[in-house]
């Protein structure tokens, strides 16, 4: 072989080199071999990205040990906002709810994701009324009867990231307020109906951002989802403004958030230059979100926290 031309030399290495890496184990942490493990799926992914599909590298797809440490990981992110749940009411600081989320975290054995993140000061969002997202806790901000409140928890726990988030009403709510909660939990019910494989990332988009407009809303179109899991923020970035069939493919192991913010007035919000942080609507109309952590299945969706 020694004395054969070079090209044909370069076509027996990569022959060869084809096949070790066909036999080889597949990069999805199986053990079992690529050629029967992904090797499909990946001729798959390669065609969608020569159609044009925006399409997640292998790094954004959870192998299976991955996704159950990210599901322990949401044990503890849940148990926090049922904690919540428990004692919220009219009179509480949102500092008492920080403290909860705190202690109820640090007690199993993990970590609040939000602490010192990028200089947030506290342990969970308490965002309250007109207050879109990013409210920091405070002794100062008292609940008050006929507030509705978004906590929203992120954890970490061995490394592995989990967040999630939930409305409360506090005592008697107005009508018009309790629909925009409603509304806001139907929109991330109707987006976690589109999450399949081989779908988009539009296709929640669009049932949110249909659903909300129908009931005389609007969605916030500069802060959205993420990819979740190995880091508190990972791609893809997820907007709930985009069409249906654009956006990532959505592929079995893709995880991320479904966490539309819904403005019961305009979309366009303030953000504070007091605290950095705090942001507003800036109509001061009340603002709603939930927040689902999800994968994409084999065959559908698996919600991880809620
Ligand atoms: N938990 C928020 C989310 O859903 C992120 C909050 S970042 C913080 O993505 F720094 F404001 F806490
Ligand atoms: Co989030």
């Not at 084999?298 to 926290?305: A, K, L, Q, R």
Request: charged share 25%; net charge negative; with cysteine.
């Amino acid at each position: 072989m020694a004395g054969a031309p070079r090209h044909v030399l370069v076509r027996i290495y990569m022959i060869m080199s084809y096949k070790i890496g066909r036999n080889a184990p597949c990069w999805c942490g199986s053990n079992v071999k690529y050629k029967n493990c992904h090797e499909a799926f990946d001729a798959k992914l390669k065609r969608y990205r020569l159609l044009g599909h925006e399409v997640p590298g292998h790094n954004l797809l959870k192998t299976k040990d991955q996704i159950e440490r990210i599901k322990e990981s949401a044990i503890v992110n849940r148990a926090c906002l049922d904690a919540v749940g428990e004692v919220i009411c009219a009179g509480m600081s949102t500092e008492d709810i920080d403290r909860i989320v705190y202690e109820t975290t640090t007690k199993m054995g993990a970590i609040p994701a939000t602490l010192n993140y990028e200089g947030f000061p506290k342990s969970v969002c308490t965002s309250i009324n007109e207050v879109v997202c990013h409210g920091i806790p405070s002794k100062d901000v008292i609940l008050k009867d006929g507030d509705i409140i978004n906590v929203d928890c992120s954890t970490i726990l061995n490394g592995y990231f989990s967040d999630s988030s939930r409305m409360y009403m506090i005592g008697n709510v107005s009508e018009e307020k309790q629909k925009l909660v409603r509304v806001t939990k139907e929109c991330c019910d109707l987006g976690l109906k589109e999450v399949k494989p081989w779908g988009h990332l539009g296709d929640i988009a669009q049932v949110i951002n249909d659903h909300a407009t129908k009931n005389g809303y609007s969605v916030v179109r500069e802060i959205g989802g993420h990819g979740v899991g190995l880091e508190f923020h990972e791609d893809p970035w997820v907007s709930y403004v985009i069409k249906a069939g654009t956006g990532m493919l959505l592929v079995p192991g893709l995880m991320f958030t479904i966490e539309p913010m819904i403005n019961m007035g305009t979309h366009a919000f303030n953000t504070s230059k007091v605290d950095g942080w705090t942001v507003t609507t800036a109509d001061g109309k009340p603002s709603a979100q939930w927040e689902y952590q999800v994968v994409v299945t084999e065959d559908g969706v698996e919600m991880i926290s809620w």
